[in-house]
């Protein structure tokens, strides 16, 4: 294998699925089958990819020192490139909000459209990411001090708030007073919490395979890059929140 490793990124699925979605949006026959084709064929790929992954690190010793930097730099220039898709949205709420136009009225919120209140939910759920930032660092110190106990327990609860932010996230939707078709208003403020939303379940998924593995044994203080992964991640969901809670929901609510 040599010091570096290399993939097959599967680029079969990734054609069928961008295929199948055009296919799919423009109404063409077959175009969900092809869609749906495709993103089985991805996931299958991420599967069998990251089980390669866990059986060449854990179980074959094979990522040395200089193996270990591609999957670190790697997942740096990945949350990078999150926060710039998530930056964008952000921005669009915040051009909107600072310059209103005459069409919703040249007020902000727009004219007509009720808002929730910043301090009830919101406020909570962004007080409950931080809070899971902090079990998180508690649960890499438990590695780094070979505590493999104490570090599966502050990942459960890490998940556990996690799970609870994504049950308030719901609840907040199916009493918001908006939709997402409320103009300008409802799709920033859907599209910038919603996709929120989804890496935050994302990062759930990536902390309930790190406490299985921990449990199982698979993590050392010498070798845990995938729980430093999954730390790196949780902490940028965590301070992300910081941003749709300013621009949002307090800019928005006042």
Same mark, same amino acid.
């Given at each position: 294998?040599?010091?570096f490793?290399?993939?097959d990124?599967?680029?079969?699925?990734a054609?069928?699925?961008?295929?199948?979605?055009?296919?799919?949006?423009?109404?063409?026959q077959? $175009?969900?089958?092809l869609?749906?084709?495709?993103l089985?064929?991805?996931?299958?790929?991420?599967? *069998?990819?990251? &089980?390669?992954?866990?059986r060449?690190s854990?179980?074959?010793?094979?990522?040395t020192?200089?193996?270990? #930097?591609?999957?670190?730099?790697?997942?740096?220039l990945?949350?990078?490139s999150?926060v710039?898709?998530?930056?964008? #949205?952000?921005?669009?709420? /915040?051009?909107?909000?600072?310059a209103p136009?005459?069409?919703? $009225?040249?007020?902000w919120p727009?004219k $007509?459209?009720?808002?929730?209140?910043? &301090?009830?939910?919101?406020?909570?759920?962004t007080?409950?990411?931080? /809070? /899971?930032?902090?079990?998180? %660092?508690w649960?890499?110190?438990?590695?780094?001090?070979g505590?493999?106990?104490?570090a599966?327990y502050?990942?459960?609860?890490t998940?556990?708030?996690?799970?609870?932010f994504?049950?308030?996230?719901?609840?907040e939707?199916?009493q918001?007073? /908006? %939709?997402i078709s409320?103009i300008?208003?409802?799709?920033?403020?859907?599209?910038?919490t919603g996709?929120?939303?989804?890496?935050?379940?994302i $990062?759930? #998924?990536?902390s309930? *395979?790190?406490?299985? &593995?921990?449990?199982?044994g698979?993590?050392?203080?010498?070798?845990?890059?995938g729980f430093?992964?999954?730390?790196?991640?949780?902490h940028?969901?965590d301070?992300?929140?910081?941003?749709p809670?300013?621009?949002?929901y307090?800019?928005?609510g006042i």
């Amino acid at each position: 294998m040599g010091s570096f490793e290399q993939k097959d990124p599967g680029p079969i699925g990734a054609l069928a699925t961008t295929v199948g979605g055009v296919m799919y949006m423009h109404s063409f026959q077959g $175009g969900a089958t092809l869609l749906s084709l495709g993103l089985i064929f991805i996931l299958y790929t991420m599967f *069998v990819w990251w &089980r390669d992954v866990l059986r060449e690190s854990t179980l074959e010793g094979h990522h040395t020192k200089v193996v270990q #930097l591609g999957p670190r730099y790697g997942f740096i220039l990945f949350i990078v490139s999150e926060v710039m898709f998530l930056f964008a #949205l952000f921005r669009a709420s /915040s051009h909107s909000s600072l310059a209103p136009t005459v069409e919703i $009225g040249g007020i902000w919120p727009p004219k $007509g459209i009720a808002v929730l209140d910043p &301090r009830e939910i919101p406020f909570l759920n962004t007080l409950i990411p931080l /809070s /899971s930032g902090a079990a998180v %660092t508690w649960a890499h110190h438990a590695i780094l001090a070979g505590k493999e106990k104490r570090a599966v327990y502050a990942l459960v609860a890490t998940v556990s708030l996690a799970l609870v932010f994504t049950a308030f996230q719901g609840m907040e939707y199916y009493q918001a007073p /908006s %939709t997402i078709s409320d103009i300008i208003y409802g799709s920033t403020f859907f599209l910038a919490t919603g996709f929120h939303g989804f890496h935050v379940i994302i $990062g759930t #998924l990536f902390s309930i *395979v790190c406490g299985i &593995r921990q449990y199982l044994g698979h993590l050392t203080k010498e070798h845990h890059v995938g729980f430093e992964a999954a730390a790196w991640y949780w902490h940028f969901v965590d301070v992300v929140r910081l941003f749709p809670f300013v621009s949002i929901y307090w800019w928005g609510g006042i």
